[in-house]
Structure formats: structure tokens, C-alpha cells
């Protein structure tokens, strides 16, 4: 079996007006995404995704990837994985053992090409193994416990809110640290009151603060939210920060959760030396596709870090999310998203199978969803960016 064709469709899903509101990214006006197409000569379709301006990873899908796995079999997805992020010296660095990896390949919107050229190699490998990836994977579990992510009602419009995510069946939920009426750690605290009183005890409550505040007010904040029982603080301070994150770590009992915005084994490598988190959230689409996830997975659990797969963005992600918190034995739960998404909700044939907050497993070979027939016109990409302030 060899890989004949790699190509990268660029995607939109606008917001409709009535829809939009503003947070502390701005105000979304669409979701873009990269659907990565991988062809075999034996007639299969491997399905891919990537995050990131659309025009520059569909060009470094075709410029700089696709070049680099035609002709290559995708049962070999380990050395493809390798070939993409060693670029030239791929070779001598598979002879010897050790990274020797290309300047521009490492992280970033390249990072985000490479994990949805591997996503769509593992379908199509999954695809010829006749059984679904996270079986290619290894399985651990056939069904996986969700989380409800949302919340970002303003002041006690959040018990509603959560109450609402509560009555779905989910025993997990996930708000904002900054709501739609912004932030202060006064009106913090009265949202997360009220989404306690919502959900009541035994319901299980997260905060992410998307990186938004400074150190200072995310251990002053943590403290205050320790009466409220929360599950993690996500992303209190900058993803950048590690050694700031590690310090409001140790400042709360609240246990620490990041990972959304880091690329490769070896961003989760400082921050596991940091002793920064207590649940790792890698990308699949963003941290190098199911290949270098699995190698993330594996090293938190040698911490005791759980993982809890970031999935917000395309069906795709999704779907790869699925199969890798089906394969990762230290992976709990799995992000299911309460937002305005079509390209992740009504972008595949197949319903996902999501009954009383827990996710179960596709039983199909691959992905095991089926792109809709009219998915590429009806999420034709629309030039622009995602956030206006
Ligand atoms: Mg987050």
C-alpha cells in the first residue's frame, strides 16, 4: 500500500450574528479549520484536520509535507512522523536514534500541518487494518466519561447555564474563568456560586481562564475558589509561563490543568519538569496528531498526570479525540463542547454516540465517520480572521 496523494481543503463555519458574543478572545465570528485528505493506491481515504490559518497550512501541506509521504506506506506512520518533523534529516536521524529535527518544523502552524497529515494517515492505516484507530492504537476502554464544556453566562445566569449541561447527564462541567460580562474576581466568584447551586454537589466543576490573567490573581482567585470544590483550573496564566503556572500550582489545592496550546512531547516535557499541571490537555490536531500524543500520554502517566484531550474545533478532532482517549489508559475524560459548532456537529454522516454524558466508541474501521456528501461546499472557507475585537 503506498500514500499517492496528500491534500489540505481549507474550511469555515461562520457564526451567525445572533449567535456571536464577546469573551476574552473577542467576538467569533467563524471556526476555520484544514481538512487533510490522504489517498492510498488501493483505493482508501484516510481524514485528517488541522487547526491554523487555513492559506498557510494548505500551503505547507502541499509545499512542504505532501512531498515528503508520497510513495510511503502508511502502515510505516511512525517513520512518516518522523520524515515531517525531521524534514531533511530525517534519515540520520532514524540511523542514530535521536531528533534531529528541521528549524521550522518543531512547533507552530507547521506543527498543526504534521498533526493532520498523522491524523489522516492513522484513518486510512486503521482504515486497511479493518478496525477502528483506537484499536490500531491499543484499546483501553470501549466508552469514556464527557464533560460538558461551555459557561459563559454572565453573573447568576450561570446556574441555569450549568444546570442545563447538568440535565444532559453529564457529572462534569466546565465554565469560564471570564463570561460574557467579563472579569473580576467578585464576579468570578458569583458565577461559580451560582453554577454550584445549579449543579449541586455531586457534579463535578471546572474553570479556564484561557491564559487570561497575570499570577498574582490566579493564586488570589484560586484560593477564594477552593469552597466551591472545583475539579481543575485550566490555563490560570499564559501556557508560556510554566514556571508561573508551577507557582500557582503550588499556591491551591485546586489541582492545575494546561496543554491546548503546546506542540510536541517536548513542550509537555518542560512542563512536567516544572511540576506545572495535574492534568495534561494536549490538541491532537495541534500537539503532532495521534503519533506524538500517544508519546505525551505515556510520559504524563509516568508523573501521575492524567490527560484530557483538548477537542474543540472540526468533527475531525473530535473524532480523533475520541480514539484517543478510547487507547490512553491515564486519559479520564474527554472535552465534549456546549459552543456553536456545526463543522464539529453536523459535519460527519454518523452521529457521535454520546448518551448520559459518557462517549462511546465508534465500531467502524478508521475515523469510522463519513464526511456529508455536501460538506466541503457548505463549510467552503471564507478569507478573514476568526476573533474581532
Ligand atoms: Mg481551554
Known amino acids: 500500500m503506498k500514500i499517492t496523494s496528500v491534500r489540505a481543503i481549507p474550511m469555515s463555519d461562520p457564526v451567525p450574528p445572533e449567535r456571536q458574543h464577546r469573551t476574552d478572545l473577542g467576538t467569533k465570528v467563524k471556526s476555520d ?13 484516510g481524514v485528517g484536520a488541522s487547526l491554523g490559518s487555513p492559506p498557510v497550512l494548505c ?6 509535507l505532501a512531498p515528503d509521504i508520497e510513495g510511503e506506506n502508511p502502515m510505516f506512520s511512525e517513520r512518516i512522523y518522523e520524515k515531517m518533523y525531521n524534514g531533511s534529516r530525517w534519515k540520520p536521524s532514524l540511523d542514530r536514534g535521536h531528533s534531529q529535527p528541521d528549524e521550522n518544523r518543531r512547533n507552530g502552524m507547521v506543527m498543526e500541518a504534521i498533526a493532520g497529515v498523522d491524523i489522516a494517515v492513522w484513518d486510512v492505516k486503521s482504515q486497511a487494518m479493518g478496525v477502528p484507530i483506537y484499536q490500531a492504537l491499543g484499546a483501553t476502554r470501549d466508552s469514556v466519561r464527557g464533560y460538558a464544556s461551555g459557561g459563559w453566562a454572565p453573573g447568576d445566569e450561570a446556574e441555569e447555564e450549568m444546570a ?4 444532559k447527564g453529564f457529572d462534569a462541567v466546565k ?22 447551586r445549579g449543579i449541586g454537589p455531586n457534579v463535578e466543576l471546572m474553570v ?7 499570577v498574582s490573581t490566579a493564586i488570589r482567585l484560586a484560593r477564594l475558589l477552593e469552597e466551591y470544590d472545583i475539579a481543575w483550573f485550566e490555563e490560570p496564566i499564559s501556557p508560556d509561563d510554566h514556571a508561573g ?32 499541571l495535574d492534568i495534561a490537555q494536549p490538541d491532537v490536531a495541534r500537539a503532532g496528531g495521534l503519533t506524538e500524543i500517544r508519546r505525551i500520554a505515556a510520559m504524563a502517566s509516568a508523573r501521575g ?3 484530557a484531550p483538548h477537542a474543540w474545533g472540526t468533527g475531525v478532532l473530535f473524532a480523533a479525540s475520541i480514539h484517543m482517549a478510547m487507547s490512553a489508559p491515564n486519559c479520564h475524560i474527554l472535552e465534549v463542547s456546549q459552543g456553536y459548532m456545526p463543522m464539529m456537529n453536523e459535519l460527519f454522516v454518523e452521529p457521535y454516540d454520546i448518551r448520559d454524558g459518557v462517549v462511546y466508541a465508534p465500531d467502524r474501521p478508521g475515523l469510522g465517520f463519513t464526511l456529508k456528501e455536501d460538506a466541503l461546499d457548505r463549510f467552503e472557507y471564507i478569507p478573514g480572521p476568526e476573533f474581532v475585537f
Open 33 to 45: 479549520a484544514v481538512l487533510v485528505l490522504v489517498e492510498t493506491d488501493n483505493g482508501l481515504t
Open 59 to 64: 500551503a505547507i501541506v502541499e509545499h512542504e
Open 164 to 167: 442545563g449541561y447538568a440535565a
Open 175 to 196: 465554565m469560564r474563568v471570564v463570561g460574557r460580562d467579563g472579569f473580576s474576581i467578585e464576579n468570578t466568584l458569583r458565577r461559580v456560586a451560582a453554577a454550584r
Open 208 to 214: 479556564d481562564a484561557h491564559g487570561s490573567l497575570d
Open 245 to 276: 503556572l508551577a507557582e500557582v500550582r503550588r499556591s491551591t489545592i485546586i489541582p492545575i490543568a494546561t496543554g491546548e496550546r503546546e506542540f510536541t512531547r517536548f513542550n509537555f516535557e518542560s512542563l512536567f519538569s516544572h511540576r506545572a
Open 305 to 307: 498526570i492524567r490527560l
